[in-house]
């Protein structure tokens, strides 16, 4: 579970399904944040005052109390003025020192599915922590954790995101789950349509036995895009925990324009690790074991 997490909050019904999702993904001791960015008027900023500042700073808390209230937690309220919402966001997480930056999505489109709109898109890009997004009507659905799921491919960073899902799914009582996608190098494959049927089914076999000798753990894995089947694979799940980079065998797990494409595929609340954070901790665990050797 999450200590330390900031909710992003606007005017939308997504701060309200956000809020939900941090509520779930909160430990017992932990602390919630409300965030509201301010961006302005562009087109007036240039002749923006300290009074106009000092309004939208004004209007922003207003939001976050409304929010508070409406939602009954306790939770700090913190806004800033910035650019751009994600940029704003990173910096207050950072400020905070957030473990977790949880996100609405908007709620156009297909009911249940994770929208994402440009500053839940521009949050992800290098974001400081861990990053989740809740999808459109998640507040308005009794909030049942039975299954949480991970997706896997054998990296460090997907190690990471197996270990914090084994975490969730202890604390909350829940099963759990991994996936794994695999593909077929052309240069592998005989003449026939057999040889191809033969090969993917080999291949998924193999992969759904090496997630299964992690133990603790139902194997799942699948022939396909990885983005595309991991969004099938969420449609069973109530949480969904992904690495931001794999470099297994059989290419990366999730980068780039492929974390965006879950975020907005995904059928479940779905749980982003930024590889930065991947990298840190294993360099806060160096710098430890190299201060013990020296004891």
């Given at each position: 579970?999450?200590?330390?997490?900031?909710?992003?909050?606007?005017?939308?019904?997504?701060?309200?399904?956000?809020?939900?999702?941090?509520?779930?993904?909160?430990?017992?001791?932990?602390?919630?944040?409300?965030?509201h960015?301010?961006?302005?008027n562009?087109?007036?900023?240039?002749?923006?005052?300290p009074?106009?500042?000092?309004?939208?700073?004004?209007?922003?808390l207003?939001?976050?109390?409304?929010?508070?209230?409406?939602?009954?937690?306790?939770?700090?309220?913190?806004?800033?003025?910035?650019?751009?919402?994600?940029?704003?966001l990173?910096?207050?997480?950072?400020?905070?020192?957030?473990?977790?930056?949880?996100?609405?999505?908007?709620?156009?489109g297909?009911?249940?599915?994770?929208?994402?709109g440009?500053?839940?898109?521009?949050a992800?890009?290098?974001a400081p922590?861990a990053?989740?997004?809740a999808?459109?009507?998640?507040?308005?659905?009794?909030?049942?954790t039975?299954?949480?799921?991970?997706?896997?491919d054998?990296?460090?960073?997907?190690?990471?995101?197996l270990?914090?899902?084994?975490?969730?799914?202890?604390?909350?009582g829940?099963?759990?789950s991994?996936f794994?996608t695999?593909?077929?190098?052309?240069?592998?494959?005989?003449s026939?349509?057999?040889?191809?049927?033969?090969?993917?089914?080999?291949?998924?076999?193999?992969a759904?036995d090496?997630i299964?000798?992690?133990?603790?753990?139902?194997?799942h894995a699948?022939?396909?895009?990885?983005?595309?089947?991991?969004?099938?694979?969420?449609?069973?799940?109530d949480?969904?925990?992904?690495?931001s980079?794999g470099y297994?065998?059989?290419?990366?797990?999730?980068?780039?324009?492929?974390?965006?494409?879950?975020?907005?595929?995904?059928?479940?609340?779905?749980v982003?690790?930024?590889?930065?954070?991947?990298?840190m901790d294993?360099?806060?665990?160096?710098?430890?074991?190299?201060?013990?050797?020296?004891?």
């Amino acid at each position: 579970m999450f200590t330390r997490i900031m909710v992003g909050v606007d005017e939308h019904a997504g701060g309200r399904d956000a809020i939900a999702l941090a509520e779930m993904l909160l430990a017992p001791d932990g602390e919630l944040t409300l965030a509201h960015v301010y961006t302005g008027n562009p087109a007036i900023a240039h002749v923006a005052t300290p009074s106009y500042d000092i309004a939208e700073r004004e209007q922003a808390l207003k939001l976050l109390e409304r929010a508070r209230e409406q939602a009954q937690i306790e939770a700090s309220l913190r806004c800033t003025a910035s650019h751009s919402v994600g940029r704003g966001l990173h910096e207050l997480a950072e400020r905070e020192t957030a473990d977790l930056l949880v996100l609405g999505s908007c709620r156009r489109g297909h009911v249940g599915r994770v929208l994402v709109g440009d500053d839940t898109r521009a949050a992800l890009n290098g974001a400081p922590c861990a990053v989740a997004i809740a999808p459109a009507g998640y507040s308005d659905e009794p909030r049942v954790t039975r299954e949480v799921g991970v997706g896997y491919d054998g990296s460090p960073e997907s190690a990471h995101a197996l270990e914090l899902a084994r975490e969730i799914s202890r604390d909350l009582g829940a099963k759990l789950s991994a996936f794994t996608t695999v593909s077929v190098p052309l240069s592998t494959l005989g003449s026939g349509p057999l040889s191809l049927s033969d090969a993917i089914d080999k291949l998924v076999s193999r992969a759904r036995d090496r997630i299964a000798a992690l133990g603790g753990v139902e194997a799942h894995a699948a022939y396909g895009e990885t983005a595309d089947e991991l969004a099938v694979y969420s449609a069973s799940l109530d949480l969904l925990i992904v690495g931001s980079r794999g470099y297994g065998p059989v290419g990366r797990l999730i980068h780039g324009s492929t974390s965006q494409r879950l975020a907005r595929l995904a059928r479940c609340p779905l749980v982003v690790l930024p590889r930065a954070v991947q990298a840190m901790d294993r360099s806060d665990a160096a710098e430890q074991a190299e201060n013990a050797s020296r004891r």
